[in-house]
Structure formats: structure tokens, C-alpha cells
T-cell receptor
Framework: RKEVEQDPGPFNVPEGATVAFNCTYSNSASQSFFWYRQDCRKEPKLLMSVYSSGNEDGRFTAQLNRASQYISLLIRDSKLSDSATYLCTGGTSYGKLTFGQGTILTVHP | EPEVTQTPSHQVTQMGQEVILRCVPISNHLYFYWYRQILGQKVEFLVSFYNNEISEKSEIFDDQFSVERPDGSNFTLKIRSTKLEDSAMYFC?????????????FGEGSRLTVL
């Protein structure tokens, strides 16, 4: 089983749509979780951290369910600029981030 | 805004040659990392470095790979004898705290092409 699994998509949604991505992880040693965004041929950039209590940053909401080893990202009111690959990742205390394959999102007019 | 810088942006080399990829992490960061991404595949962890020593490495990071922080600013990845399968984008990253608790800042990457 892959350590971090994501639905690769692609997700094609119109502007203004709400879209949700899911991710599961298998390493119970992972202590923290993040969503990164990667534009084509660019470096990953942190989108947001993920907490069990859930956290929101503008149009983005992330949620962690440790019991089910499941992470989610919700994007409301999608913009064209949200088109990217979204990477789910978990980190251990020794400095290793394990990335998922990424979920491709394309927002069209 | 402080950033992680990497050189070269693209290097083409012959199989069997040694390659050194260079990185300047963000100045007050304490943890340093190398990741790689083969075209079309996921970002993979290679090695983490803290307090002048490797804190963790993956199975990809075999004897052909080494890292060094020769001075207070540079962090290098050396591949001793490159193979075709080493062709990838190599990302350097740094963080103020461990990746378990803190954000990683990635450089723009060094694309390595092994012929």
C-alpha cells in the first residue's frame, strides 16, 4: 500500500465550483499533514497545514481524520488561478515529508 | 521575501559523470532537505540534514549520493557516478523547524538530464 494515496484526477471544474480532494495515509508515525500546491514544472509551495480540528483559509478548508487516516481539501468558488496539482503530504519528526502522487485540478471559464 | 536558491537550473551530463547541485537555503533555517521528482511522478524524499549531519535518508539515497554543508550558506548534493535513472528535477528545501511541525520552503529546482 502506498504511504500517501490521492485520486490523481484530473478534476475539470468551471469557475465558481466547489471541489473536494481526498487523501489517505498509511504511516501512523506521521505527525503532521499539509497540502502543497505545485504548478506545472515548478516547485511545491505550501497551501495550508491540516489539523484534526479542521482549518480554513479563505476559500480553502482542510480536515484531518486520524482515526480513518484521511485528509481532505475543499476549495470553494474555484478561480482559474487555482488550476494546479495539489499534493497531500505527511511529515515525521525526522524531517521526511511523504508526498502523494498529486491531484490535478483544471478550472475552466 | 527570503527564498531558497538553487544552481544550476539545468544540467546535462553524460552517464558516469559526477554532478554537484548547489543550494542556498533561507539564512535562519536549521533543517535542509533534498527531494527529487522524476518527470510525471511524485515528489520523493532523498535526505534531511540537521546540525551538520544526515538525520534521515531514503533508500534512493545510496552510496552514490552525498550531501555537504561546506560553509555557513551552501548545501550541496553530489551524485558520484550518474545513471540514466538519475534524470529528474532535484528540489532543495529548508525549514525553521522539522517537517513534522514546520513549513518547507522549496527552491525552484535543478533539472538534471543524464545522457
Amino acid at each position: 500500500r502506498k504511504e500517501v494515496e490521492q485520486d490523481p484526477g484530473p478534476f475539470n471544474v468551471p469557475e465558481g465550483a466547489t471541489v473536494a480532494f481526498n487523501c489517505t495515509y498509511s504511516n501512523s508515525a506521521s505527525q503532521s499533514f499539509f497540502w502543497y500546491r505545485q504548478d506545472c514544472r515548478k516547485e511545491p509551495k505550501l497551501l495550508m497545514s491540516v489539523y484534526s480540528s479542521g482549518n480554513e483559509d479563505g476559500r480553502f478548508t482542510a480536515q484531518l481524520n486520524r482515526a480513518s487516516q484521511y485528509i481532505s481539501l475543499l476549495i470553494r468558488d474555484s478561480k482559474l488561478s487555482d488550476s494546479a496539482t495539489y499534493l497531500c503530504t505527511g511529515g515525521t519528526s525526522y524531517g521526511k515529508l511523504t508526498f502523494g502522487q498529486g491531484t490535478i485540478l483544471t478550472v475552466h471559464p | 521575501e527570503p527564498e531558497v536558491t538553487q544552481t544550476p537550473s539545468h544540467q546535462v551530463t553524460q552517464m558516469g559523470q559526477e554532478v554537484i547541485l548547489r543550494c542556498v537555503p533561507i539564512s535562519n533555517h536549521l533543517y535542509f532537505y533534498w527531494y527529487r521528482q522524476i518527470l510525471g511522478q511524485k515528489v520523493e524524499f532523498l535526505v534531511s540534514f540537521y546540525n551538520n549531519e544526515i538525520s534521515e535518508k531514503s533508500e534512493i539515497f545510496d552510496d552514490q549520493f552525498s550531501v555537504e554543508r561546506p560553509d555557513g550558506s551552501n548545501f550541496t548534493l553530489k551524485i558520484r557516478s550518474t545513471k540514466l535513472e538519475d534524470s529528474a528535477m532535484y528540489f532543495c528545501a529548508s525549514s525553521l523547524r522539522t517537517s513534522a511541525t514546520g513549513e518547507l520552503f522549496f527552491g525552484e529546482g535543478s533539472r538534471l538530464t543524464v545522457l
